[in-house]
């Protein structure tokens, strides 16, 4: 289930509120579904209209992380004035909105990052999915230096959950990081 609860009277008037039961679906797409559809509702009786596609888009493009698709949408809640319809663009500059609140932070922690670590970051990120990253052609794409310094700067990304790894698979662990790296055009 899913539901906020806040005690600040102004948070309850900003955020909206709805129940999403779990256990009434088969699997994550499911309910990713349905909690798109509980977001679609509570948009209608305040007078906001939203295409259900748009839960779609932002199931395929944030790998169906909710927490990303719930931020994006509470963004999008609020830009949306009433009676008036959330259009796809509106997508694009909600993202762009919480990228530009997080500047600050991904640009302290990029920039902190000892230069080893930077540049294996740099590289999963630009790769989005990078497999085999100590073999010959992932270092020789990226102009990494050795397959042992690869391990070593992998193993601090890891310990500070820069980078995620499933199934031999790595990724940068926050999907709006990548992004502020493309728009410093750093990638």
Not at 117 to 126: G, M, S, T, W
């Amino acid at each position: 289930m899913i539901w906020h609860v806040f005690d600040d009277v102004e948070i309850r008037r900003k955020y909206h509120c709805f129940v999403v039961d779990i256990y009434a679906t088969k699997n994550l797409a499911e309910f990713v579904n349905m909690l798109g559809k509980a977001v679609v509702d509570e948009l209608r009786p305040k007078g906001k209209r939203a295409w259900e596609k748009f839960i779609n888009l932002l199931y395929e493009r944030f790998e169906a992380v909710t927490s990303y698709m719930h931020r994006i949408l509470n963004v999008l809640f609020s830009r949306t004035e009433k009676g008036a319809t959330c259009t796809p663009p509106m997508v694009d500059e909600a993202i762009d909105f919480l990228i530009h609140m997080s500047s600050d932070t991904y640009e302290s922690l990029f920039y902190q990052m000892p230069e080893k670590q930077r540049l294996l970051f740099l590289a999963i990120a630009r790769d989005g999915k990078a497999h085999e990253i100590n073999g010959g052609q992932f270092l020789k794409r990226h102009k990494l230096s050795s397959a042992s310094s690869v391990s070593s700067a992998l193993k601090g990304l890891l310990e500070k959950d820069f980078v995620t790894v499933d199934k031999g698979v790595y990724s940068v662990y926050d999907q709006f990081f990548p992004l502020w790296l493309k728009f410093k055009g750093v990638i």
